[in-house]
């Protein structure tokens, strides 16, 4: 399944795109403070700013709304983090700001990461396959900047799990925020979580320009 699968009888891309943007933004809302099973679609709709019929010219069921929600939320960790790192560079600078990057993007996304942990057992299977490859696709990115960034190749398999780690060390900023942020700023948990892994690598901080 993906995105352009979500069935709409209508046929503007552009005014798709941007009604779905709508949805989304009104269903995060909902889905994290009711949850996805105690949201109706009349209340997305007229979150989204729109009537029950016409959000239904967008979507088939609620469940595309949900799917709708963790695709969104991949492509725009995607395109940020495209933009902001440059998985070529070779330093030790450069993973660094690729933690940073993603760290303060999972800020910005704190209600989607909550809804996509708490929800994503209720889509199909062909829909969580689809989430679980984009998924994939952002650890691959993670790993390709530890690898070029490091002076030293990794033991084998060690790549993949500390990309991994990055990635659920900065959505759990997001799930586990009630906890967190009582204790840290996000600063003070990027700081803290780029010492550890630079120390878990034997990489010094000093050595950082």
């Given amino acids: 399944m993906t995105k352009n699968q979500v069935p709409s009888s209508i046929k503007d891309e552009a005014l798709v795109e941007k009604r779905r943007e709508q949805m989304v933004k009104g269903a995060v809302t909902l889905f994290t403070e009711k949850g996805f099973h105690k949201t109706t679609t009349r209340e997305i709709a007229k979150a989204a700013g729109f009537s029950i019929g016409t959000l239904y010219e967008y979507i088939r069921k609620k469940e595309d709304v949900l799917f709708l929600v963790c695709d969104s939320m991949y492509e725009r960790v995607k395109e940020r983090m495209e933009d902001s790192i440059d998985q070529n560079e070779t330093s030790i600078d450069n993973l660094v700001c690729a933690v940073r990057s993603y760290f303060t993007l999972m800020d910005d996304m704190q209600n989607e990461v909550v809804v996509m942990y ?10 969580q396959d689809y989430v679980l490859q984009k998924e994939r ?41 009630w906890m967190l942020q009582r ?8 700081d803290r979580q780029i010492h550890l892994l630079l120390q878990g690598l034997n990489v010094q901080e000093a050595n950082l320009s």
């Fill in 137 to 177: 696709d952002m650890v691959a990115m993670l790993e390709k900047v530890i690898i070029n960034s490091l002076p030293n190749q990794l033991l084998e398999g060690d790549t993949a799990l500390i990309a991994n780690n990055i990635f659920v060390q900065g959505q759990m900023w997001g799930f586990r925020r």
């Fill in 183 to 190: 204790t840290f700023t996000l600063q003070t948990y990027t």
């Fill in 118 to 127: 708490q929800e994503v057992k209720s889509l199909s299977k062909d829909a």
